[in-house]
């Protein structure tokens, strides 16, 4: 039997609707929002006028209305900054009465028969019972239910959701804590390489800055996938690269998660892109804990 596991996720989901709800979103986020349909769902970011962010999300649509998927410090920094301006459009915008799992599958027959869709075609949203099913991958899926609905009986809750985080950190997915909002602009969170960065659309908040990073080569971070082994839990905020015999400041951890039954600590860094692949690293408040960079999973090149 197919295993399939489910992880209640701390997500939160801004709904945004009204008669000007794609033109106000298109000028706030980093998406062209004439993409988002029924079907898919795509990242962006939500940029302050200096161009940092203030939130990565998915976006999608579910009955009329846009659905921005983010960490709960993201999604509260962007449900405000949304409704400030958003008194000057006909749009409404607030939290939606929504759960956010996260899916690991061994086989996609399961999400299926679960919930009576079509996996093989080129859609990555599907409308279910109560709810909007995405796919991120062939084993990976994320269920916003409404209406209090849960999941799926044929599916199995865990209490842990460390491993659908791992998975996500494994995947470059970023995410941002409270600590670093308003600090990165998008392509120091490999947002541009999950095609999260429209640089044809027209104008919203924060572009002027994005575009000087693309065009004028002006960014010099980017976002690593680190892992090491710990013995124990551990929270960081730092790494530390060594150079000869010093050790100096390597990057910010933006993500991260400890795996109890592995001992194995993975994060999300943004440190300057041309760190080398094969660094000496290690955690700056734990030195005892060496890091290596991991492979990503996509290109940093520009298309």
């Given at each position: 039997m197919s295993i399939a596991r489910a992880f209640?996720?701390?997500?939160?989901?801004?709904?945004?609707?009204?008669?000007?709800?794609?033109?106000?979103?298109?000028?706030?986020?980093?998406?062209?929002?004439?993409?988002?349909?029924?079907?898919?769902?795509?990242?962006?970011?939500?940029?302050?006028?200096?161009?940092?962010?203030?939130?990565?999300?998915?976006?999608?649509?579910?009955?009329?209305?846009?659905?921005?998927?983010a960490s709960e410090a993201e999604a509260e920094t962007s449900l405000r900054?949304?409704?400030?301006?958003?008194?000057?459009?006909?749009?409404?915008?607030?939290?939606?009465?929504?759960?956010?799992y996260g899916l690991l599958v061994e086989d996609s027959q399961t999400i299926k028969d679960a919930f009576d869709v079509n996996l093989d075609t080129n859609a990555t949203a599907f409308d279910v019972e109560n709810g909007k099913l995405l796919k991120l991958d062939a084993h990976r899926f994320i269920l916003l239910s409404f209406n209090n609905a849960g999941i799926p009986a044929s599916l199995s809750l865990e209490a842990d959701s460390t491993p659908f985080i791992t998975s996500s950190i494994?995947?470059?997915?970023?995410?941002?804590?409270?600590?670093?909002?308003?600090?990165?602009?998008?392509?120091?969170?490999n947002l541009q390489a999950l095609d999260g960065i429209s640089f044809k659309k027209g104008c919203y908040t924060g572009q002027e800055t994005v575009a000087r990073m693309r065009y004028l080569g002006k960014n010099k971070r980017a976002m690593y996938i680190v892992s090491g082994?710990?013995?124990?839990?551990?929270?960081?905020?730092?790494?530390?690269?060594?150079?000869?015999?010093?050790?100096?400041?390597?990057?910010?951890?933006?993500?991260?998660?400890?795996?109890?039954n592995t001992n194995q600590f993975y994060a999300l860094a943004v440190m300057p892109n041309d760190t080398p692949a094969h660094a000496t690293l290690r955690a700056k408040n734990s030195p005892e804990v060496d890091l290596t960079i991991q492979p990503l999973p996509y290109s940093l090149e520009d298309n």
């Open positions: 209640k996720l701390p997500l939160r989901i801004i709904r945004i609707s009204g008669q000007d709800k794609l033109s106000y979103l298109h000028g706030q986020v980093t998406q062209d929002i004439n993409l988002i349909k029924d079907d898919n769902f795509m990242w962006s970011g939500h940029c302050s006028p200096k161009g940092k962010l203030w939130a990565v999300s998915r976006i999608t649509r579910f009955e009329d209305e846009y659905l921005m998927i900054e949304l409704k400030k301006y958003g008194v000057f459009a006909k749009v409404e915008i607030d939290f939606a009465e929504c759960e956010a494994l995947a470059g997915e970023p995410a941002l804590s409270s600590e670093h909002l308003d600090e990165f602009v998008p392509q120091m969170v082994s710990a013995s124990q839990h551990i929270e960081e905020t730092d790494i530390e690269l060594q150079i000869e015999d010093n050790w100096r400041r390597g990057g910010k951890i933006i993500h991260q998660t400890f795996d109890g």
